[in-house]
């Protein structure tokens, strides 16, 4: 079963470059997330995306976009890279079930500005 | 703003001690979660816990939801190295039902 998966897992941009983080899940989930973790800050949510079709800032959303691409897909771009925005970046997807929602993290893409 | 506060923040002790982490908060939240994530991975969920005063068992472990629904606690009996790692407690909140995440506590257990 693969989950969440989540490409690259490792990337050095120079600031001002650009990239984009793919993400998908094979789970059926409608919901999907993109988190970045930082030492001491915790998981914050970057953007998220409740259905095919819908995007939604999170608690910090400045200098990302986000495409859900279909069901399965959700991506990050980056436009022009900041030191700033050296992370480990998780892509997740979550189902509502009685207890509800349940997150499901991909492995993580630690990413590197300089 | 709806915050978790997770105590303590390090945690280091002996295989077979005994310990509790705690999630704290001001707010009241419809649910909450523990995961636990390591090195070079992603968090993996423990347990949800819904009921105001619901203890989970998951063999070691105790989870433990408070009356209020605004804390909860991790109790590990007889600590193993392979309980290390970085705890996280989220709650349900904010008006889209998305998760909150408090820092973590990261815990090492040493043989």
């Known amino acids: 079963n693969a989950g969440v998966t989540q490409t690259p897992k490792f990337q050095v941009l120079k600031t001002g470059q650009s990239m984009t983080l793919q993400c998908a899940q094979d789970?059926?989930?409608?919901?999907m997330y993109w988190y970045r973790q930082d030492p001491g800050m915790g998981l914050r949510l970057i953007y998220y995306?409740?259905?095919?079709?819908?995007?939604d800032k999170g608690e910090v959303p400045n200098g990302y976009n986000v495409s859900r691409l279909n069901k399965r897909e959700f991506s990050l771009r980056l436009e022009s890279a900041a030191p700033s925005q050296t992370s480990v970046y998780f892509c997740?997807?979550?189902?509502?079930?009685?207890?509800?929602?349940?997150?499901?993290f991909g492995e993580g893409s630690w990413l590197t500005v300089v | 703003t709806q915050l978790l506060e997770q105590s303590p923040q390090f945690l280091s002790i002996q295989e077979g001690e005994n310990l509790t982490v705690y999630c704290n908060s001001s707010?009241?939240?419809?649910?909450l979660q523990w995961y636990r994530q390591e090195p070079g991975e992603g968090p993996v969920l423990l347990v949800t816990?819904?009921?105001?005063?619901e203890v989970k068992k998951l063999k070691r472990l105790t989870f433990q939801f408070g009356d209020a629904r605004k804390d909860s606690s991790l109790h590990i009996t007889a600590a193993q190295p392979g309980d290390t790692g970085l705890y996280l407690c989220?709650?349900?909140?904010?008006?889209?039902?998305?998760?909150?995440f408090g820092k973590g506590t990261k815990l090492s257990v040493k043989p």
């Open positions: 789970m059926n989930h409608n919901s």
């Open positions: 989220a709650g349900t909140g904010g008006s889209q039902g998305n998760l909150i």
């Open positions: 707010s009241v939240f419809s649910s």
């Open positions: 816990v819904v009921t105001g005063g």
């Open positions: 997740a997807s979550s189902v509502l079930g009685q207890d509800g929602n349940t997150i499901y």
């Open positions: 995306s409740a259905s095919e079709g819908t995007t």
